[in-house]
Protein backbone atom coordinates (compact mmCIF):
# COMPACT_ATOMS: atom_id res chain seq x y z
CA UNK A 1 0.00 0.00 0.00
CA UNK A 2 1.33 3.24 -0.54
CA UNK A 3 0.39 6.67 1.25
CA UNK A 4 0.85 9.75 -0.39
CA UNK A 5 0.49 13.34 1.97
CA UNK A 6 -0.02 16.40 1.07
CA UNK A 7 -0.35 19.76 2.59
CA UNK A 8 -3.92 20.55 2.48
CA UNK A 9 -7.39 18.88 1.22
CA UNK A 10 -6.82 20.96 -2.11
CA UNK A 11 -3.60 19.12 -2.53
CA UNK A 12 -5.23 15.84 -2.04
CA UNK A 13 -8.05 16.99 -4.78
CA UNK A 14 -5.77 17.71 -7.36
CA UNK A 15 -3.15 14.84 -6.80
CA UNK A 16 -6.53 12.46 -7.03
CA UNK A 17 -7.92 13.91 -9.90
CA UNK A 18 -4.82 14.13 -11.99
CA UNK A 19 -4.24 10.39 -10.88
CA UNK A 20 -7.90 9.43 -12.10
CA UNK A 21 -7.46 11.34 -15.46
CA UNK A 22 -4.05 10.05 -15.96
CA UNK A 23 -5.50 6.53 -15.39
CA UNK A 24 -8.53 6.42 -17.91
CA UNK A 25 -6.17 8.18 -20.44
CA UNK A 26 -3.54 5.43 -20.00
CA UNK A 27 -6.06 2.69 -20.35
CA UNK A 28 -7.13 4.40 -23.47
CA UNK A 29 -11.11 2.75 -23.06
CA UNK A 30 -13.19 2.11 -25.87
CA UNK A 31 -17.03 1.70 -26.12
CA UNK A 32 -15.86 -2.00 -26.68
CA UNK A 33 -13.65 -1.87 -23.69
CA UNK A 34 -14.61 1.15 -21.23
CA UNK A 35 -12.90 2.02 -17.81
CA UNK A 36 -15.05 1.04 -14.97
CA UNK A 37 -14.63 3.88 -12.12
CA UNK A 38 -16.07 2.86 -8.84
CA UNK A 39 -16.90 6.32 -6.60
CA UNK A 40 -17.98 7.82 -3.26
CA UNK A 41 -19.81 10.73 -2.41
CA UNK A 42 -19.39 12.87 0.69
CA UNK A 43 -17.05 15.99 1.25
CA UNK A 44 -13.72 14.22 0.75
CA UNK A 45 -14.28 13.41 -3.20
CA UNK A 46 -15.87 16.70 -3.51
CA UNK A 47 -13.06 18.65 -4.63
CA UNK A 48 -11.77 15.91 -7.21
CA UNK A 49 -15.24 15.85 -8.79
CA UNK A 50 -14.66 20.11 -9.29
CA UNK A 51 -11.53 20.01 -10.46
CA UNK A 52 -12.53 16.19 -12.72
CA UNK A 53 -15.19 18.86 -14.42
CA UNK A 54 -12.70 21.44 -15.01
CA UNK A 55 -10.59 19.21 -16.55
CA UNK A 56 -13.47 17.90 -19.33
CA UNK A 57 -14.65 21.24 -19.82
CA UNK A 58 -10.48 21.80 -20.71
CA UNK A 59 -10.46 19.32 -23.15
CA UNK A 60 -8.34 17.12 -21.14
CA UNK A 61 -10.46 14.20 -20.76
CA UNK A 62 -13.79 12.70 -22.18
CA UNK A 63 -16.04 10.09 -20.35
CA UNK A 64 -18.43 8.63 -22.92
CA UNK A 65 -16.31 5.49 -22.60
CA UNK A 66 -16.29 5.37 -18.66
CA UNK A 67 -18.80 3.11 -17.00
CA UNK A 68 -19.25 4.10 -13.35
CA UNK A 69 -20.84 2.59 -10.29
CA UNK A 70 -21.36 4.09 -6.91
CA UNK A 71 -20.76 2.96 -3.53
CA UNK A 72 -23.84 3.30 -1.69
CA UNK A 73 -27.13 5.02 -1.35
CA UNK A 74 -29.44 5.69 1.81
CA UNK A 75 -32.74 4.06 1.80
CA UNK A 76 -35.90 5.06 1.06
CA UNK A 77 -34.95 8.84 0.76
CA UNK A 78 -36.57 10.17 -2.64
CA UNK A 79 -34.20 9.72 -5.40
CA UNK A 80 -34.61 13.75 -6.08
CA UNK A 81 -34.30 14.16 -2.44
CA UNK A 82 -31.42 16.91 -2.21
CA UNK A 83 -29.29 14.66 -0.19
CA UNK A 84 -29.82 11.00 -2.19
CA UNK A 85 -26.34 10.37 -3.46
CA UNK A 86 -28.30 10.01 -6.46
CA UNK A 87 -28.45 14.24 -6.38
CA UNK A 88 -25.29 14.33 -5.11
CA UNK A 89 -23.48 12.81 -7.85
CA UNK A 90 -25.72 14.19 -10.76
CA UNK A 91 -25.38 17.39 -8.81
CA UNK A 92 -21.42 17.46 -8.33
CA UNK A 93 -20.19 15.74 -11.61
CA UNK A 94 -22.53 13.41 -13.94
CA UNK A 95 -24.29 16.27 -15.51
CA UNK A 96 -21.11 18.60 -16.14
CA UNK A 97 -19.52 15.77 -17.91
CA UNK A 98 -20.25 13.57 -21.08
CA UNK A 99 -20.93 10.60 -19.42
CA UNK A 100 -23.64 8.97 -21.18
CA UNK A 101 -26.75 8.40 -18.55
CA UNK A 102 -26.64 4.57 -18.96
CA UNK A 103 -23.33 4.06 -17.82
CA UNK A 104 -23.79 5.25 -14.45
CA UNK A 105 -24.95 2.48 -11.83
CA UNK A 106 -26.44 3.98 -8.40
CA UNK A 107 -28.02 1.71 -6.45
CA UNK A 108 -31.87 2.46 -5.89
CA UNK A 109 -32.58 2.38 -2.08
CA UNK A 110 -36.12 2.66 -2.83
CA UNK A 111 -36.29 -0.90 -4.90
CA UNK A 112 -39.36 -3.12 -4.04
CA UNK A 113 -36.63 -5.81 -2.93
CA UNK A 114 -33.90 -4.24 -1.80
CA UNK A 115 -31.69 -7.41 -0.86
CA UNK A 116 -32.45 -7.99 -5.29
CA UNK A 117 -31.64 -4.99 -5.94
CA UNK A 118 -28.07 -5.51 -4.41
CA UNK A 119 -27.68 -9.21 -5.87
CA UNK A 120 -28.72 -7.19 -9.23
CA UNK A 121 -25.83 -4.69 -8.72
CA UNK A 122 -22.97 -7.16 -7.87
CA UNK A 123 -24.00 -8.96 -11.20
CA UNK A 124 -24.08 -5.89 -13.31
CA UNK A 125 -20.16 -4.72 -12.11
CA UNK A 126 -19.38 -8.50 -12.82
CA UNK A 127 -20.97 -8.15 -16.05
CA UNK A 128 -18.90 -4.79 -16.57
CA UNK A 129 -15.70 -7.07 -16.41
CA UNK A 130 -14.89 -5.76 -12.46
CA UNK A 131 -14.22 -1.91 -11.87
CA UNK A 132 -10.86 -1.13 -12.55
CA UNK A 133 -10.34 1.78 -9.90
CA UNK A 134 -12.86 1.95 -6.54
CA UNK A 135 -11.79 5.35 -5.36
CA UNK A 136 -13.35 6.16 -1.33
CA UNK A 137 -13.39 8.05 1.14
CA UNK A 138 -14.07 7.48 4.93
CA UNK A 139 -15.80 7.83 7.72
CA UNK A 140 -13.94 9.17 11.14
CA UNK A 141 -14.84 5.68 12.65
CA UNK A 142 -12.63 4.48 9.54
CA UNK A 143 -16.10 3.01 7.16
CA UNK A 144 -15.78 2.75 3.34
CA UNK A 145 -18.88 3.11 1.62
CA UNK A 146 -21.60 2.30 4.30
CA UNK A 147 -19.61 -0.91 5.65
CA UNK A 148 -19.79 -0.11 9.50
CA UNK A 149 -17.50 -1.07 12.26
CA UNK A 150 -18.21 -5.16 12.65
CA UNK A 151 -18.83 -5.61 8.85
CA UNK A 152 -17.63 -8.38 7.46
CA UNK A 153 -14.23 -7.90 5.62
CA UNK A 154 -15.93 -9.82 2.89
CA UNK A 155 -19.07 -8.60 2.63
CA UNK A 156 -20.99 -7.99 -0.92
CA UNK A 157 -23.60 -5.20 -1.68
CA UNK A 158 -26.40 -5.47 0.64
CA UNK A 159 -28.63 -3.36 3.29
CA UNK A 160 -26.67 -2.24 6.14
CA UNK A 161 -28.09 -0.23 9.67
CA UNK A 162 -26.00 3.02 10.20
CA UNK A 163 -24.11 3.21 12.87
CA UNK A 164 -25.15 6.05 15.63
CA UNK A 165 -22.17 8.25 14.62
CA UNK A 166 -22.78 7.92 11.40
CA UNK A 167 -25.98 9.38 11.55
CA UNK A 168 -24.98 11.97 13.79
CA UNK A 169 -21.99 12.64 11.53
CA UNK A 170 -24.16 12.45 8.36
CA UNK A 171 -27.03 14.76 10.04
CA UNK A 172 -24.79 17.73 9.35
CA UNK A 173 -26.57 17.31 5.72
CA UNK A 174 -30.26 17.35 6.85
CA UNK A 175 -30.34 20.51 9.16
CA UNK A 176 -28.84 18.50 12.20
CA UNK A 177 -31.42 16.94 12.97
CA UNK A 178 -30.99 13.20 13.28
CA UNK A 179 -34.45 12.08 13.09
CA UNK A 180 -34.17 12.97 9.61
CA UNK A 181 -31.16 11.03 8.55
CA UNK A 182 -32.22 7.36 6.96
CA UNK A 183 -31.50 4.73 9.23
CA UNK A 184 -30.52 2.40 6.53
CA UNK A 185 -28.67 2.58 3.15
CA UNK A 186 -27.66 -0.02 0.42
CA UNK A 187 -23.92 -0.48 -0.09
CA UNK A 188 -21.05 -2.33 -2.00
CA UNK A 189 -18.88 -4.77 0.55
CA UNK A 190 -15.97 -4.43 1.46
CA UNK A 191 -15.36 -7.35 -0.70
CA UNK A 192 -16.98 -5.86 -3.34
CA UNK A 193 -14.14 -2.56 -2.82
CA UNK A 194 -11.41 -5.04 -2.49
CA UNK A 195 -12.23 -6.85 -5.65
CA UNK A 196 -11.32 -3.62 -7.49
CA UNK A 197 -7.92 -3.67 -9.47
CA UNK A 198 -6.81 -0.80 -7.89
CA UNK A 199 -8.54 1.14 -4.77
CA UNK A 200 -7.38 4.53 -4.09
CA UNK A 201 -8.73 6.17 -0.82
CA UNK A 202 -8.74 9.60 0.21
CA UNK A 203 -8.18 10.57 3.57
CA UNK A 204 -8.51 14.14 4.96
CA UNK A 205 -9.44 16.51 8.08
CA UNK A 206 -8.03 15.90 12.11
CA UNK A 207 -11.29 13.41 12.42
CA UNK A 208 -10.13 11.02 10.39
CA UNK A 209 -6.87 11.10 12.05
CA UNK A 210 -7.36 7.79 14.01
CA UNK A 211 -9.21 6.05 11.79
CA UNK A 212 -6.40 6.45 9.21
CA UNK A 213 -3.26 5.28 11.66
CA UNK A 214 -5.75 2.55 12.61
CA UNK A 215 -5.91 1.89 9.37
CA UNK A 216 -2.08 1.73 8.40
CA UNK A 217 -0.29 1.31 11.76
CA UNK A 218 -2.56 -1.66 13.40
CA UNK A 219 -3.59 -4.97 11.67
CA UNK A 220 -6.29 -5.56 9.33
CA UNK A 221 -9.48 -5.51 11.31
CA UNK A 222 -13.64 -5.64 11.13
CA UNK A 223 -13.51 -2.65 13.59
CA UNK A 224 -12.25 -0.31 10.46
CA UNK A 225 -13.31 -1.44 7.77
CA UNK A 226 -11.10 0.67 5.47
CA UNK A 227 -7.83 -1.30 7.30
CA UNK A 228 -9.01 -4.23 4.86
CA UNK A 229 -6.69 -1.83 2.06
CA UNK A 230 -3.70 -3.85 3.54
CA UNK A 231 -4.20 -6.92 1.37
CA UNK A 232 -5.21 -5.15 -1.32
CA UNK A 233 -2.31 -5.86 -4.12
CA UNK A 234 -2.37 -2.52 -5.83
CA UNK A 235 -3.82 0.30 -3.24
CA UNK A 236 -2.79 3.96 -2.16
CA UNK A 237 -4.66 6.28 0.67
CA UNK A 238 -3.89 10.20 -0.63
CA UNK A 239 -4.37 11.92 2.94
CA UNK A 240 -3.52 15.41 4.10
CA UNK A 241 -1.27 16.54 6.68
CA UNK A 242 -4.26 16.95 9.18
CA UNK A 243 -5.06 13.08 8.49
CA UNK A 244 -1.66 12.42 9.92
CA UNK A 245 -2.18 13.60 13.65
CA UNK A 246 -2.70 10.15 14.94
CA UNK A 247 0.45 8.45 13.23
CA UNK A 248 3.93 7.75 14.57
CA UNK A 249 6.26 10.40 13.16
CA UNK A 250 8.07 7.30 11.79
CA UNK A 251 5.37 6.08 9.94
CA UNK A 252 5.16 9.70 7.74
CA UNK A 253 9.14 10.39 7.56
CA UNK A 254 8.74 6.74 6.02
CA UNK A 255 6.01 7.01 3.57
CA UNK A 256 7.55 10.42 2.83
CA UNK A 257 11.24 9.24 2.27
CA UNK A 258 9.30 6.36 -0.39
CA UNK A 259 7.22 8.83 -1.79
CA UNK A 260 11.20 11.25 -2.30
CA UNK A 261 13.18 7.63 -3.60
CA UNK A 262 10.94 7.41 -6.07
CA UNK A 263 10.33 10.81 -7.35
CA UNK A 264 14.69 10.94 -7.63
CA UNK A 265 14.39 7.03 -9.58
CA UNK A 266 11.95 8.33 -11.48
CA UNK A 267 14.39 11.30 -12.10
CA UNK A 268 16.99 8.77 -13.09
CA UNK A 269 15.00 7.00 -15.64
CA UNK A 270 14.15 9.68 -17.65
CA UNK A 271 17.93 10.84 -17.72
CA UNK A 272 18.41 7.17 -18.50
CA UNK A 273 15.63 7.46 -21.39
CA UNK A 274 17.62 10.54 -22.44
CA UNK A 275 20.85 8.06 -22.55
CA UNK A 276 22.60 8.49 -19.10
CA UNK A 277 21.50 5.85 -16.69
CA UNK A 278 20.30 2.85 -18.56
CA UNK A 279 19.75 0.15 -15.38
CA UNK A 280 16.38 1.53 -14.46
CA UNK A 281 14.85 0.93 -18.09
CA UNK A 282 11.72 -1.55 -17.99
CA UNK A 283 11.56 -1.45 -14.13
CA UNK A 284 7.75 -0.24 -13.33
CA UNK A 285 7.57 2.60 -11.31
CA UNK A 286 4.78 1.50 -9.08
CA UNK A 287 7.13 -2.08 -8.55
CA UNK A 288 10.13 0.65 -7.15
CA UNK A 289 7.86 2.13 -4.54
CA UNK A 290 6.12 -0.91 -3.09
CA UNK A 291 7.81 -3.83 -4.29
CA UNK A 292 4.61 -5.46 -5.65
CA UNK A 293 4.00 -5.33 -9.40
CA UNK A 294 0.99 -3.89 -10.45
CA UNK A 295 -1.65 -5.36 -13.30
CA UNK A 296 -0.94 -4.96 -16.63
CA UNK A 297 -1.30 -1.14 -17.79
CA UNK A 298 0.89 1.53 -18.98
CA UNK A 299 0.59 3.46 -16.19
CA UNK A 300 -1.05 3.30 -12.97
CA UNK A 301 0.63 5.76 -10.49
CA UNK A 302 1.83 9.35 -11.40
CA UNK A 303 4.32 9.57 -8.97
N1 LIG B 1 -21.26 6.51 2.98
C1 LIG B 1 -20.45 7.68 3.00
C2 LIG B 1 -19.01 7.27 2.84
O1 LIG B 1 -18.83 6.68 1.57
C3 LIG B 1 -18.12 8.48 2.99
O2 LIG B 1 -16.78 8.11 2.80
C4 LIG B 1 -18.32 9.05 4.37
C5 LIG B 1 -17.42 10.21 4.69
O3 LIG B 1 -17.91 11.40 4.19
P1 LIG B 1 -17.10 12.74 4.18
O4 LIG B 1 -16.17 12.65 3.04
O5 LIG B 1 -18.15 13.79 3.99
O6 LIG B 1 -16.40 12.85 5.49
O7 LIG B 1 -19.67 9.48 4.45
C6 LIG B 1 -20.68 8.48 4.27
O8 LIG B 1 -20.75 7.68 5.38
Redesign the pocket.
Known sequence: MRLYIRDNSQAVADYVSDYVVARIKAFNPSAERPFVLGL???????EVYRSLVKKYRAGDISFKHVVTFN??EYVGLPRDHPES?HSFMWTNLFQHIDIPPTQVHLLDGNADNLDEECRRYEEKIKDMGGIELFL?????DG????NEPGSSLQSRTRVKT?AYD?IL??SRFFDNDITKVPKL?L?VGVGTVMDAREVVI?I??A??ALALAKCIEEGVNHMWTVSAIQIHPFSMIVCDEDATLELHVKTVKYFKSIEMVHHQLIGQERMSLAGGITSLKGVDKATLVSGTPPPASPIKCKN
Do not use: E, W
Request: aromatic fraction near 6%; charge should be neutral; avoid cysteine.
Open positions: PTGSSPLMDYGGIGPHIAFLTANATITGHK
